[in-house]
Antibody, heavy 118, light 107 residues
Framework: EVQLLESGGGLVQPGGSLRLSCAAS????????MSWVRQAPGKGLEWVSG????????YHADSVKGRFTISRDNSKNTLYLQMNSLRGEDTAVYHC???????????WGNGTTVTVSS | DIQMTQSPSSLSASVGDRVTITCRAS??????LNWYQRKPGKAPKLLIY???TLQSGVPSSFSGSGSGTDFTLTINSLQPEDFATYYC?????????FGQGTKLEIK
């Protein structure tokens, strides 16, 4: 069974840092692009970051550019999101997502909650 | 960045109805358009990719059309389990932006 299991969320003060992890299983992780998508309370889905299967190419939304870094360790089947200089507007549930045809997302993790508050 | 605009933002319909949701891109995205269904407490579900290709396991009551900048998601004969929020997403260029969502409610 294909599974994505996120971890690393929690409560952090503004300006702080967190690193999210996503453990992938049930598929050949190194054959797929991956991404992070978040949903803030009462808001819609927001694509945050994406990474190619090799990790050579990364992309970030303007709202997180310069603060967040996506990476992956194919030897550990794990995706990461390093989040620095966190702001209140970064409060959200963060989902790990597996890329599919036409760069759609066919598998989503259940998410990990990040709360930025003093 | 490419902006995605969905309409309507919310929609009331009855079981058995046919509904259409539209999504417009701020520039041409070819057919790099995906549709997702989101129910409370559940992960989003891919319904359609490449504008009109039904994801495996998705009922044929769902269909997608369009290319360039204008796209539609149609649900024929609404079932109780179809009441949810629907999102479009462009995957033509990063960032792969989502529309703001359309909440489909029971009338």
């Amino acid at each position: 069974e294909v599974q994505l299991l996120e971890s690393g969320g929690g409560l952090v003060q503004p300006g702080g840092s967190l690193r999210l992890s996503c453990a992938a299983s049930g598929f050949s992780f190194n054959n797929y692009d991956m991404s992070w998508v978040r949903q803030a309370p009462g808001k819609g889905l927001e694509w945050v970051s994406g990474i190619s299967r090799s990790g050579a190419s990364t992309y970030h939304a303007d709202s997180v550019k310069g603060r967040f870094t996506i990476s992956r360790d194919n030897s550990k089947n794990t995706l990461y999101l390093q989040m620095n200089s966190l702001r209140g507007e970064d409060t959200a549930v963060y989902h790990c997502a597996k890329g599919a045809y036409f760069a759609s997302i066919d598998v989503w993790g259940n998410g990990t909650t990040v709360t930025v508050s003093s | 960045d490419i902006q995605m605009t969905q309409s309507p933002s919310s929609l009331s319909a009855s079981v058995g109805d046919r509904v259409t949701i539209t999504c417009r891109a701020s520039q041409s995205i070819g057919d790099y358009l995906n549709w997702y269904q989101r129910k409370p407490g559940k992960a989003p579900k891919l319904l359609i990719y490449a504008a009109s290709t039904l994801q495996s396991g998705v009922p044929s009551s769902f269909s997608g059309s369009g290319s360039g900048t204008d796209f539609t998601l149609t649900i024929n004969s609404l079932q109780p389990e179809d009441f949810a929020t629907y999102y479009c997403q462009q995957s033509y260029s990063a960032p792969h932006t989502f529309g703001q969502g359309t909440k489909l409610e029971i009338k």
